[in-house]
Structures are given as structure tokens and as C-alpha cells.
């Protein structure tokens, strides 16, 4: 496992921003052309300002970057507070279409919960992304019970875009973005496969705050994948590094 530890939140979002940023730099430098896959939550949120600035005030052709989002709930409306439509719109494409013009809004994508056919959605979707050219780098968040984008545990190695029944914990984790009313979180979402995130080139996990101590050691002890951990799929996968402020 390629763990980077660092000593506390913002040195590692500075430095998995600048990661990211000479990634995508040197890939469009040489074809024109970069695919970003993003997560939601907490954990990035900080990266994201700092990546957003850098690429932001670079002098990047941003014309053919493609954001690509893990999930979102369903049903939501993309315009819901909630909806991780909103959270991707006001933190990551429009500040970045503000700082650089060449970045277009309309090449930040996301499932769109709003959908009343969320498998046809998910079809569509994992479609793009091959159109697209394929995920040159995903950004994953660690959820507290293993969980990678809505994979929850239970979830096969080779699964592709769906939609999904959130477990208890999911919602409960969550119900703090929905006024702490769990009744408002909705049940579903739709999110990549965890076949679907392993066939990215480069994946970039970000682990951060106390609640994560627990599964992040359980998947440091494992020496192969088990469903009941889908983060611990990541171990398959020839290129993914592990961002930690956990000593
Ligand atoms: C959200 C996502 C989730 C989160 C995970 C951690 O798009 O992919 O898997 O990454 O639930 O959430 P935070 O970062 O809020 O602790």
C-alpha cells in the first residue's frame, strides 16, 4: 500500500492539490486532454480550493478537462441544497470557470439524480466517461464503514455504475447536511462501480479525521480485498497512493 502521512489537513490538501495540478499539467501539456473523476463530502473540500486556485491562475488550456462525479442521492433535484450537483457546481466548476474561462461548466458531469430511470442514468453515464477517454485520475473519499463513492459493504469488485439502497450508516453519516432530520436523506443513489473506479489510471484516496482511524487500520491489516471493506479493492490496483494527516 503507498501511504503518504502528512502532519495535518491543509499540508495535505496543499499537497494533493499540487499532486493533481502537475498531473493534469503535464497530461495536457502533451495531449490537450485531462479526465478528472471528483468525490463530494469533507475530505476533499479543502484540496478542491487549493486545486482550484492553482488551476484556476495557470495558464492551462482547461477547454478539454472533463470532471466526472463519483454519485449523487436519487431521487434528488440537481437544484436540492443537498444535491451533489450543488455542492460540485459551487465548489469546483464555477469557481474554476470564474478563474480560467477556458474550463466549461458543461464539462463537469455528474449522475443526474433527477432522472426517473436512474439504470439507464447509470448506462449513460459509464458511456461518457468511455467516450471521454477513460478516468485519467480519481479523487475518493474513505467512507466510516469502507465505502467508496456509494459502494457500500457487500458491494462486488467488478461492479459498474448503478443505482443503490444507502445502508443505516450511510444515511446517518449524512443526515448532519439534511438538518440532522435522517427522514430527509433520501434512500437511493446511483454511483460508478467499484469496476467502473479500478479501471482509472491514477487514484488518489484522501483519508483525513479522527472517525476514519478505525477502517483505514483495518485496511492496512488486510492483505487482500473483502467485500465487507470495498475500499480494500483499491489494494488490486497498480496505482492508487493513500493521502493520510492519520499518524
Ligand atoms: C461522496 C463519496 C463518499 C465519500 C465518503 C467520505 O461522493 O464518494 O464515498 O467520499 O463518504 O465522506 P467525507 O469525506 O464527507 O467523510
Not at 493534469?24 to 485531462?34: A, C, H, L, P, R
Request: glycine share 8%; proline share 4%.
Amino acid at each position: 500500500m503507498n501511504i503518504q502521512t502528512f502532519s495535518n489537513h491543509e499540508e495535505l490538501s496543499e499537497q494533493t492539490a499540487q499532486h493533481i495540478f502537475e498531473t493534469i499539467q503535464q497530461k495536457i501539456g502533451e495531449t490537450g486532454t485531462f479526465v478528472l473523476g471528483l468525490a463530494t463530502g469533507a475530505s476533499p473540500r479543502l484540496m478542491y480550493q487549493k486545486l482550484v486556485r492553482i488551476l484556476g491562475t495557470s495558464e492551462l488550456d482547461l477547454s478539454e478537462l472533463h470532471t466526472f462525479n463519483l454519485d449523487e442521492y436519487h431521487p434528488i433535484r440537481q437544484s436540492h441544497p443537498q444535491s451533489y450537483f450543488q455542492e460540485m457546481y459551487h465548489g469546483f466548476w464555477k469557481p474554476l470557470h470564474d478563474l480560467n474561462s477556458s474550463f466549461e461548466i458543461t464539462n463537469g458531469h455528474i449522475l443526474n439524480g433527477e432522472n426517473p430511470k436512474p439504470e439507464f442514468e447509470c448506462r449513460i453515464y459509464e458511456k461518457m466517461i468511455q467516450k471521454a477517454g477513460g478516468i485519467d485520475l480519481q479523487v475518493l473519499g474513505l467512507g466510516i464503514n469502507g465505502h467508496i463513492g456509494f459502494n457500500e459493504p457487500g458491494s462486488e469488485g467488478d461492479s459498474r455504475t448503478r443505482q443503490i439502497d444507502l445502508t443505516p450508516e450511510t444515511r446517518e453519516a449524512n443526515k448532519e447536511y439534511f438538518g440532522d432530520d435522517l427522514e430527509k436523506v433520501p434512500e437511493h443513489g446511483m454511483t460508478m462501480g467499484i469496476g467502473t473506479i479500478l479501471e482509472s489510471k491514477e487514484i488518489v484516496m484522501i483519508v483525513t479525521g479522527e472517525k476514519k482511524k478505525e477502517v483505514f487500520e483495518k485496511l492496512q491489516k488486510l492483505n487482500k480485498p473483502t467485500e465487507d471493506i470495498p475500499a480494500s479493492f483499491l489494494l488490486t490496483h497498480s496505482k492508487t497512493t493513500f493521502y493520510s494527516d492519520l499518524a
